[in-house]
């Protein structure tokens, strides 16, 4: 690999990016860089994560083709040669309706979050298997997590993202046109945190079957015009609602009335009712997938899977790191028909592993904002040697990277202290 020491071109060439503030002199840029090489044993638990879908932007590559060109630009092109069309295109010029089509918005989500870890290794020597401990995504952003974490390639990760995200386009309007009405997801935040589960029991009540763990099989035998899942437990005040929109309206109505609770409803930014079982064609063409060797060139008679991989990921459907090639397999192939734990994923890391440090790479702040729910906000201001932080434009690199560096060694101080 070639050096990647700071240059007085890297400097101007990001300086010169409207949205790229200059980073500061060559020698602190040099240091950054430096510290992205060091990985103490005694630094804090880190975990990196990924965002979902929802978090699309037309244009959302800009920054970083103006600020690395050189690097951004044959990734770009691979993502375009994977897909089989110029998906990039599509993301910088739109427009927005066509970006937000499930195949288009879901590969582009991951490529581009892939860009940016590609862009911290390469520029800023900034490896997730030397700086963190776990990884995870939040739905879609698993893709990206277990690529990060060594237990997929991108160009793997990458088709398996877009056929996904193809059956479940078309596994929509063919429940639209089989059964009419309109499909989508609705998330439902409630003001007070005790009132989450009395909210999700009414639900479950109201829709005469429980959510939880493999719900989609209890849903199975409705039609889908009559199911309302939860998609997804995104923290201590929010749900997500996944199915029919008319009957997801319903249930907020019932839940307003006989709880006495006035939980705000938010229509998102889906044309497609994930994590539900109206997703289920899906779960077979990742299935067959899975099952096949990986399409890297000079790879092709090797498992798709890599396990275990350079880093601990966590599933979407356990909330628990993959224990297995064959159970990662079997929970990734599931996972767009199952509840996205992602609040419960949090509190493990938080409670249980006791992970301090945490780096959200992607588009987008949603992310940051769950996480930030959970673990209090966590802040160098906060709680000496942790942090939540988020890479989602350039400008946040110098930030997150000073952050980190910062924090490298408290365990390691903390211990002498108590010694």
Same mark, same amino acid.
């Given at each position: 690999?070639?050096?990647?020491?700071?240059?007085?071109?890297?400097?101007?060439?990001?300086?010169?990016?409207?949205?790229?503030?200059?980073?500061?002199?060559?020698?602190?840029?040099?240091?950054?860089?430096?510290?992205?090489?060091?990985?103490?044993?005694?630094?804090?638990?880190?975990?990196i994560f990924f965002p979902g879908q929802g978090v699309q932007k037309v244009g959302m590559l800009t920054p970083w083709l103006e600020a690395?060109?050189?690097?951004?630009?044959?990734?770009?092109?691979?993502?375009?040669?994977?897909?089989?069309?110029?998906?990039?295109?599509?993301?910088?010029?739109?427009?927005?309706?066509?970006?937000?089509?499930?195949?288009?918005?879901?590969?582009?989500?991951?490529?581009?979050?892939?860009?940016?870890?590609?862009?911290?290794?390469?520029?800023?020597?900034?490896?997730?298997?030397?700086?963190?401990?776990?990884?995870?995504?939040?739905?879609?952003?698993?893709?990206?997590?277990?690529?990060?974490?060594?237990?997929?390639?991108?160009?793997?990760?990458?088709?398996?993202?877009?056929?996904?995200?193809?059956?479940?386009?078309?596994?929509?309007?063919?429940?639209?046109?089989?059964?009419?009405?309109?499909?989508?997801?609705?998330?439902?935040?409630?003001?007070?945190?005790?009132?989450?589960?009395?909210?999700?029991?009414?639900?479950?009540?109201?829709?005469?079957?429980?959510?939880?763990?493999?719900?989609?099989?209890?849903?199975?035998?409705?039609?889908?015009?009559?199911?309302?899942?939860?998609?997804?437990?995104?923290?201590?005040?929010?749900? !997500?609602?996944? =199915?029919?929109?008319?009957?997801?309206?319903? +249930? @907020?109505?019932?839940?307003?009335?006989?709880? /006495?609770? $006035?939980?705000?409803?938010?229509?998102?930014?889906?044309?497609?009712?994930?994590?539900?079982?109206?997703?289920?064609?899906?779960?077979?063409?990742?299935?067959?997938?899975?099952?096949?060797?990986?399409?890297?060139?000079?790879?092709?008679?090797?498992?798709?899977?890599?396990?275990?991989?350079?880093?601990?990921?966590?599933?979407?459907?356990?909330?628990?790191?993959?224990?297995?090639?064959?159970?990662?397999?079997?929970?990734?192939?599931?996972?767009?028909?199952?509840?996205?734990?992602?609040?419960?994923?949090?509190?493990?890391?938080?409670?249980?592993?006791?992970?301090?440090?945490? !780096?959200?790479? =992607?588009?987008?702040?949603?992310?940051?904002? +769950? @996480?930030?729910?959970?673990?209090?906000?966590? /802040?160098? $201001?906060?709680?000496?040697?942790?942090?939540?932080?988020?890479?989602?434009?350039?400008?946040?690199?110098?930030?997150?990277?000073?952050?980190?560096?910062?924090?490298?060694?408290?365990?390691?101080?903390?211990?002498?202290?108590?010694?």
């Amino acid at each position: 690999m070639a050096s990647l020491r700071t240059s007085s071109a890297v400097v101007s060439r990001m300086s010169a990016c409207h949205r790229v503030p200059k980073f500061g002199t060559s020698r602190q840029l040099r240091l950054l860089r430096n510290v992205s090489t060091q990985a103490p044993s005694s630094r804090p638990k880190t975990a990196i994560f990924f965002p979902g879908q929802g978090v699309q932007k037309v244009g959302m590559l800009t920054p970083w083709l103006e600020a690395f060109p050189a690097t951004a630009k044959p990734i770009v092109q691979e993502i375009d040669d994977i897909v089989g069309f110029k998906l990039s295109d599509i993301i910088q010029d739109g427009p927005n309706k066509v970006l937000n089509l499930t195949p288009n918005a879901q590969p582009a989500i991951m490529a581009t979050s892939i860009i940016i870890l590609r862009i911290l290794e390469k520029e800023f020597n900034f490896f997730a298997s030397e700086r963190a401990d776990f990884t995870l995504g939040h739905s879609l952003g698993e893709f990206a997590a277990l690529v990060a974490s060594g237990h997929l390639a991108f160009s793997d990760s990458l088709y398996m993202v877009q056929k996904r995200a193809e059956a479940m386009a078309l596994a929509t309007k063919r429940a639209e046109e089989e059964y009419g009405g309109e499909y989508g997801m609705v998330a439902v935040v409630t003001e007070n945190p005790e009132y989450l589960q009395q909210v999700i029991s009414a639900i479950d009540e109201f829709v005469g079957y429980s959510s939880a763990g493999s719900k989609s099989e209890s849903a199975e035998d409705r039609s889908p015009i009559d199911q309302v899942l939860i998609a997804n437990i995104n923290s201590k005040n929010q749900i !997500v609602l996944s =199915g029919n929109i008319e009957r997801i309206k319903t +249930l @907020v109505a019932h839940v307003r009335q006989f709880l /006495g609770h $006035d939980p705000r409803a938010v229509r998102l930014k889906s044309d497609s009712p994930f994590h539900s079982p109206i997703m289920k064609p899906a779960v077979g063409v990742m299935h067959r997938i899975l099952a096949g060797k990986s399409r890297v060139k000079g790879r092709e008679q090797e498992d798709i899977v890599t396990f275990p991989g350079d880093l601990v990921c966590i599933s979407n459907v356990t909330a628990r790191p993959f224990e297995s090639k064959a159970e990662l397999k079997d929970l990734l192939a599931r996972q767009c028909l199952e509840t996205v734990q992602w609040w419960e994923s949090i509190k493990y890391l938080d409670q249980e592993e006791k992970v301090r440090r945490w !780096v959200g790479i =992607g588009p987008g702040k949603v992310g940051r904002n +769950l @996480v930030g729910k959970e673990v209090g906000m966590r /802040g160098k $201001d906060t709680v000496k040697g942790g942090g939540v932080w988020a890479i989602t434009d350039p400008s946040e690199i110098e930030e997150v990277l000073r952050g980190l560096e910062e924090t490298e060694h408290f365990v390691e101080e903390e211990t002498e202290e108590v010694d």
